[in-house]
């Protein structure tokens, strides 16, 4: 009954074919060849005796899984010694030298409390080795000293014979001796049908006997099987540093940089001013402290385990919460095709041919019924199918007199009526049905092509009689009812999908087809092998980077092409999700950005991945990805404020300590000022911890999730930063100049009325003025180039600051007189003097707030007027590792240009030829007018992206020729459309998809009244990806690309109308150009 026709072979995938054992051990229909276990593979002898056991268990080791683990004590020290533990271990032995126990108990505080998060993230995840091990039993019947005997699996050595059965696993790499028996390997391969392997065929260790018994041979043990080699591949590689562990170290040495270059400046300087060397000491580590950023870590781990909350709740379980990191800027999907792309289940299809009169599909499912057990649970995947498509209701006054069950050997089920494999049915029919065996043989041909599986039925009326074909039925594995809107949604958020299967080519291209992924489906034939430690070659991603970026999809693909195909990408700086559900996806899962394992994955892929999803199909991914862009944003927030207010402090306490001497100015009656200013170490750390602690609600603000992958623009965000920084540290330090000037008569202070300010309370109003600045500064960061009001802050960050405001605030006010740190501190509501203060210190900030929100848009605006650090084409470059498409080292980066967008638009296009085909109310003239402009747009989006692709070359001449002009595609949109050239230098690209969009539009608009309402409604997503297409072609043009070519040298033009501007607009989800709904949908905050 488990159908295999000639014209559709079965699926071929890591099942068919062993893989490389020991050296020199070669397999030719089970016999061995080489200086491996040959005189004991062959076929029928394979009798061991106790002592040659013995031998060949020391050659090649016990027939078990190697596993490398790390103890976890080693873990947590390991994340007491890297670069900023380092720091923190630095200053905390200073502070205990110098006696500061109170500054030393919150360093060491701070310091195991991100070790512990390091070493619970680290080791909370799944051991992917430990849970494929334990997937194998480790019993086998094997036959030793002339004797069969049930011993422990892990013993059996190549050249053992062992008895597999039905229900039994499969202890190690056999070859089948004789028979045939259909194996399980849905949890080596993620296929559903058993597989049917013959004499000479090797099954593999994992695999489950559901049918038959066999003798077999061992040909492979260990770390040489399929189970092996997967176990190998899972613990190469893993030590490198995550992304954003590597983005966060380079801020961090940035700032630490700054700090130590100004701090140890400040400590000379004070020293060459008879300043004590305890002192100086003890506040040039206080400034060191208070100026490193110490509590990122927690803040961007506590971000991501609320984000990693929000992401369960739409079915998404995170194992490893930098993957959400990964999630935001990933670009490439490689997805499993069965179980995740499909059903994973075999559903009969429309498609019946029949040869019987008057015999439709139900009188076929029928007569295939009564080839089963009908009344009886179904017996295997076949049954299954047969039974559940029957109307099972119209057998009830039939009765079965006789059933043979599936035989392995014949292939079939036999009564009076017999179903099973084409070929074997075929052999039945007498000489006279020739007609029918050609037709039938050609119909399975014809099936197979498209991956289409057959079963063919037929009958006789006798015991007797002849048999006569009734028909084939035909299945397959169909596709999610909501994949292909899924992949459609992934291509709009800039993600690139590609099927990885194990299933035959047939079958993935059938299945691409259906998704609307193309056609371009590879073998893995071409890629190369892991060395013999299961490494990649070095030259992997240069030499295959192309052909994979290319590919739709691969199919027949072993766990190590898999791994290979991920790495492959990974090498050229993309940004790679994986998902998968069987032990072979376990290594590729563990070696993308982000392995996803589906609803229903093995252990062992579980363990592998970053995220478990628990619900069917891949749209989980895409509310995952939304999801993941907004935690990106919190922490892209945090981390522009966290820098500003780092720069701010530093600064502000250098200058003040050069520039500002207090006793250089005239002071308050009776007072004796100090010869530098500082801050009590108090008064520091609360501003540290009242201001980071608090940050923490920013896990829940309200953000607006990028259309393209995340990726981060540092040197972008260090400008920004510098700007909210340096204007927060100039006002501070204007406050403190005044302050310190306040007894002067001729002083601000005493022109406005204020009078003049004791020393105590000058060190307590610069006490407020920085802490309230520090938030203040938090809400214009976080709204990017938007004015502070352009995005709602969520309550919860809205009441956390406003407490800590209103605690700081209280603090200043009501502080106690006296001194701290040999400092005078004193209430700035206390008498005597002015105990407005408070008031006045807000209404300054707020002031300066709006200052410092109108500077930071108007960096930004000059950034984007210049294109100053690729800030309009960075995200347009739909790779992480590059900010341009000439980025040096990624020769694929200017191929990642417009990739998705044309996908999405020959998505859009086909959706629109598609519903053409079905329309009723359209005359024949006018459809083929627009299935015309259909054609051309498709086409144009062709000539666009090879354009941007060439142009953007780093050999090719950056400065258009400005002599060719723009085509007119009014009438000669034909050389387009039969594939003409790319545009000359000076043409620009995204007129040829304008000018298409407007024939199109002018085609639809000719069309009667009565036939728009059933065509324009699939033209809007048509016209919607042209738009987002077009603004992408013209961010790479000339300045004047609205008025035409050839306006001068080439360069990102931008600004409100401009062609960057727009294409960004894309990239932040503007409503811009968005006819029917497109990818210009703007995201509501989340």
Wanted: proline share 6%; net charge neutral; aromatic share 6%.
């Amino acid at each position: 009954m488990a159908a295999r026709a000639p014209g559709a072979p079965p699926p071929a995938g890591p099942h068919d074919t062993a893989p490389a054992g020991p050296p020199g051990a070669g397999t030719a229909g089970g016999v061995s060849t080489g200086d491996g276990p040959s005189k004991h593979a062959q076929a029928g002898d394979g009798e061991e005796d106790g002592g040659e056991a013995s031998a060949l268990l020391h050659q090649w080791g016990r027939n078990e899984l190697e596993e490398k683990t790390t103890p976890s004590w080693l873990v947590y020290v390991r994340q007491l010694h890297q670069p900023m533990p380092i720091m923190i271990w630095i200053a905390a032995i200073i502070e205990a030298a110098i006696q500061n126990w109170a500054d030393f108990g919150i360093l060491m505080g701070i310091q195991f409390i991100n070790a512990t998060l390091g070493w619970y993230e680290t080791t909370k995840a799944g051991n992917a080795v430990a849970a494929l091990k334990a997937s194998l039993k480790p019993q086998a019947t094997a036959r030793r000293d002339g004797s069969w005997a049930t011993m422990d699996a892990a013993l059996l050595v190549p050249g053992d014979l062992v008895l597999l059965g039905s229900g039994a696993s499969v202890p190690a790499d056999c070859v089948i001796n004789h028979g045939t028996v259909d194996v399980d390997q849905s949890a080596l391969t993620g296929e559903s049908l058993p597989v049917t392997l013959n004499a000479g065929e090797s099954a593999k260790m994992g695999a489950t006997v559901v049918r038959g018994e066999t003798e077999a041979t061992v040909e492979f043990t260990g770390r040489n099987t399929f189970f092996g080699k997967t176990a190998s591949l899972l613990q190469v590689g893993g030590n490198e540093l995550g992304h954003l562990q590597r983005i966060l170290l380079t801020i961090m040495a940035v700032l630490l940089g700054a700090s130590f270059l100004l701090c140890f400046t400040a400590f000379g300087y004070l020293l060459g001013n008879h300043t004590s060397f305890k002192d100086a000491l003890q506040f040039t580590v206080v400034l060191l402290v208070a100026s490193i950023p110490i509590a990122i870590e927690i803040v961007c781990t506590t971000t991501l385990a609320l984000g990693s909350r929000q992401l369960s709740k739409h079915g998404a379980i995170v194992t490893r919460l930098a993957a959400i990191e990964d999630m935001a800027g990933m670009n490439m999907l490689c997805s499993d095709k069965t179980g995740t792309l499909t059903l994973n289940k075999m559903v009969i299809q429309d498609d019946t041919p029949t040869y019987l009169p008057g015999l439709g599909q139900a009188g076929l499912l029928l007569l295939a019924a009564q080839a089963a057990r009908w009344r009886e649970p179904p017996r295997d995947a076949l049954d299954t199918l047969v039974l559940g498509a029957a109307e099972l209701g119209a057998l009830e006054g039939t009765t079965q007199l006789d059933y043979m069950p599936f035989d392995a050997r014949a292939k079939r089920t036999e009564g009076t009526v017999t179903k099973g494999a084409p070929h074997i049915i075929v052999a039945l029919l007498p000489p006279s049905e020739a007609p029918v065996r050609a037709a039938v043989e050609a119909a399975v041909r014809s099936f197979g092509q498209r991956g289409i599986r057959c079963l063919a039925v037929a009958k006789t009326d006798s015991q007797d009689g002849p048999w006569r074909m009734a028909g084939l039925l035909t299945f397959l594995d169909p596709p999610r009812p909501d994949t292909k809107q899924t992949i459609d949604r992934a291509l709009e958020f800039g993600v690139d999908v590609k099927m990885i299967t194990g299933d035959h080519l047939l079958i993935a291209k059938e299945t691409s087809r259906v998704l609307g992924l193309g056609t371009n489906i590879q073998e893995p034939s071409h890629l190369p092998t892991v060395d013999a430690e299961g490494k990649p070659p070095k030259d992997l991603g240069v030499k295959y980077g192309k052909i994979i970026m290319e590919a739709d999809g691969f199919a027949q693909v072993y766990p190590e092409h898999k791994y290979l195909i991920v790495e492959a990408l990974r090498q050229n700086g993309f940004a790679v999700g994986m998902t998968g559900d069987g032990v072979n996806d376990a290594p590729a899962l563990k070696r993308a950005d982000v392995g996803v394992a589906v609803q229903g994955a093995t252990d062992a892929a579980r363990a592998a991945a970053d995220i478990v999803l628990t619900q069917p199909g891949l749209s989980t991914i895409i509310e995952a990805i939304i999801v993941a862009r907004s935690i990106f944003q919190r922490m892209q927030n945090f981390i522009n404020y966290r820098i500003a207010a780092t720069l701010q402090l530093l600064t502000f306490f250098f200058i003040a300590v050069l520039a500002f001497p207090p006793s250089a100015y005239a002071a308050a009656p009776g007072q004796v000022w100090p010869e530098y200013f500082k801050m009590p170490v108090l008064m520091l750390m609360l501003i540290t911890l009242l201001n980071d602690g608090t940050l923490i609600s920013i896990g829940y603000d309200r953000v607006q999730p990028s259309h393209m992958p995340e990726k981060w623009n540092l040197r972008a965000l260090f400008t920004i930063s510098i700007v909210l920084g340096m204007v927060a540290c100039g006002s501070s330090l204007l406050l403190l100049w005044a302050a310190l000037d306040s007894w002067r008569p001729g002083g601000i202070f005493q022109t406005w009325g204020i009078g003049g300010v004791p020393y105590g309370k000058i060190t307590t109003l610069i006490y407020l003025k920085v802490s309230v600045s520090d938030f203040l500064t938090l809400f214009s960061a976080r709204t990017h180039e938007g004015f502070f009001w352009s995005v709602r802050p969520s309550p919860i960050l809205l009441g956390a600051a406003l407490c800590a405001l209103s605690l700081s605030t209280a603090l200043a006010c009501a502080w106690p007189r006296g001194t701290l740190d040999k400092q005078p501190v004193d209430g700035l509501a206390r008498p005597p003097g002015n105990t407005l203060l408070p008031l006045w210190v807000w209404l300054y900030c707020v002031f300066w707030w709006f200052v410092q929100d109108l500077l930071k848009v108007a960096a930004y605006w000059v950034m984007h007027r210049y294109n100053i650090f690729d800030i309009n084409t960075h995200q347009l470059v739909n790779m992480r590792e590059a900010a341009r498409p000439e980025e040096p080292g990624r020769p694929l980066a200017a191929a990642s240009v417009g990739l998705t967008e044309t996908k999405l638009l020959h998505h859009r296009i086909a959706d629109a030829a598609a519903a053409l085909e079905r329309a009723s109310a359209v005359p024949a003239g006018q459809l083929a007018r627009v299935s015309q402009g259909l054609a051309l747009a498709r086409s144009s989006a062709r000539v666009v992206r090879e354009s941007i692709s060439r142009r953007s070359q780093p050999h090719v001449s950056r400065r258009g020729s400005g002599a060719s002009g723009a085509p007119s595609h009014g009438g000669g949109g034909g050389d387009v459309e039969e594939g003409g050239a790319p545009p000359e230098g000076g043409v620009l690209p995204g007129l040829y998809v304008r000018e298409t969009m407007e024939a199109l539009r002018e085609a639809a608009e000719a069309l009667p009244a009565e036939a728009r309402p059933e065509i324009e409604p699939h033209l809007g997503p048509v016209h919607a990806a042209a738009h987002h297409l077009h603004n992408v072609a013209r961010a790479f043009q000339l300045p004047g690309s609205e008025s035409g070519p050839g306006a001068g040298p080439e360069r990102v033009s931008s600004g409100g109308s401009g062609a960057a501007a727009a294409a960004m607009e894309h990239v932040r989800g503007s409503t811009a150009g968005d006819a029917g709904g497109g990818v210009g949908r703007r995201s509501r905050p989340v």
